[in-house]
């Protein structure tokens, strides 16, 4: 069976930035990410606020390898990074934590440390 290669430019080349600096760094969280993010699209993560609240402390920083969606409600202040975010989800988070792309997360923070993954 063939491997097929992502057709989104920007998705490929956040999965070969995510590796290398895994290698780099000596990070094995980005490593799992670019591993989540590879599969195909109908396998990325859909995760609610209330998933978020519900497993996080205050001022955690979590990675979502897909999208944030707004059912529930936020309570702690959190850094999310995530794919994408829907409009209402990013309202709420913006609120009271602040919502990053993964991109960023992995620019102020090439070592991983301290940063939760939720599916």
Known sequence: MRRRKKTD???ER????LKRISRERSAPLWR???????KPRRHYAEVNLSKIN?????NDTIVVP?????AGAIEKPVTIAALGFSKKAYEKIS?????VSIEE????????????IIV
């Open 66 to 70: 897909g999208k944030v969606l707004s």
């Open 9 to 11: 430019p920007t998705i």
């Open 54 to 58: 519900r497993y996080s402390a205050a």
């Open 14 to 17: 956040l999965i070969t930035d």
């Open 32 to 38: 799992d990410i670019a591993k989540r993010l590879e």
């Open 105 to 116: 997360l992995m620019e102020t923070n090439p070592k991983g440390s301290g940063v939760k």
């Open 95 to 99: 609120s009271s934590g602040k919502c």
